[in-house]
């Protein structure tokens, strides 16, 4: 079975300085790794995703996150934090091999909060 | 590009009705998605369409949960007789057709919010 830990609940950062949101994953095999920001009352928006490829992954409003395979890690950073980033995060991850049943397994959000 | 289009946004009931959602999703997306996000949670797969074919349902509450999804577009998922612990909100999400990387990234709706009492 595949799972999604994201250890912590709540993120707070000053305005300008760096965040970082943590993810670890469980997966049989190789993984797909997403990243999704949900804003209140509105539906999950792609931030980026990692397939295969350059371990450093960028993805919308400058935000980048690093695949770390030996510590089964997708960690989301942002170098210069704004008060917009301010939302709930999800990390997600499937199993390369799952084929066409493209099950997303999400962790269970980290709310972010940019202090201005 | 028009997104994933939901209705209602929102629903009240009473425990044991029934209830209906609607999906629209991106024009030409083969793939479509239902999850159920209850609150302080992620969201969690009930169904996945690939046009008109069920690729996934292994997590739907059969017994209560049914969707469809007529014509390989547009989908509906009702629950019938509606339970307390169904209070939650209900994503669709759609994907490209093909193969490869592009088809990976899910394209979501704003959700229905779902309150049974």
């Known amino acids: 079975a595949q799972s999604v830990a994201q250890p912590e609940d709540q993120v707070n950062v000053a305005e300008g300085n760096p965040l970082t949101v943590k993810c670890t994953y469980s997966?049989?095999?190789?993984?797909?790794l997403f990243w999704y920001v949900q804003y209140p009352n509105r539906g999950l928006q792609f931030l980026l995703k990692?397939?295969?490829?350059?371990?450093l992954v960028k993805g919308s409003y400058g935000f980048e996150a690093e695949f770390n395979k030996s510590q089964t890690s997708f960690h989301l950073k942002k170098p210069s934090a704004l008060v917009s980033d301010s939302a709930l995060y999800f990390c997600?991850?499937?199993?390369?091999?799952?084929?066409?049943?493209?099950?997303?397994?999400f962790g269970s959000g980290t709310q972010l909060t940019v202090l201005p | 590009e028009a997104g994933v289009a939901q209705s209602p946004r929102y629903k009240i009931i009473e425990k044991r009705q029934s209830v209906a959602f609607w999906c629209n999703p991106i024009?030409?997306?083969?793939?479509l998605y239902w999850y159920q996000q209850i609150l302080g949670q992620g969201p969690k797969l009930l169904i996945q369409?690939?046009?008109?074919?069920?690729?996934?349902d292994s997590q739907l509450p059969k017994d209560r949960f049914s969707a469809e999804r007529l014509k390989g577009v547009d989908s509906t998922l009702k629950i019938q007789p509606a339970k307390l612990e169904d209070s939650a909100v209900y994503l669709c999400?759609?994907?490209?057709?093909?193969?490869?990387?592009?088809?990976?990234?899910?394209?979501f709706g704003p959700g229905t919010r779902l309150l049974v009492l």
């Open positions: 999400a759609s994907s490209p057709p093909g193969q490869g990387v592009r088809m990976e990234t899910q394209y």
């Open positions: 997966v049989s095999g190789n993984p797909y």
């Open positions: 990692y397939i295969t490829g350059d371990n």
């Open positions: 997600a991850v499937r199993a390369l091999a799952a084929g066409s049943a493209r099950q997303l397994t």
């Open positions: 024009s030409g997306h083969a793939t």
């Open positions: 369409f690939q046009n008109n074919g069920v690729v996934d």
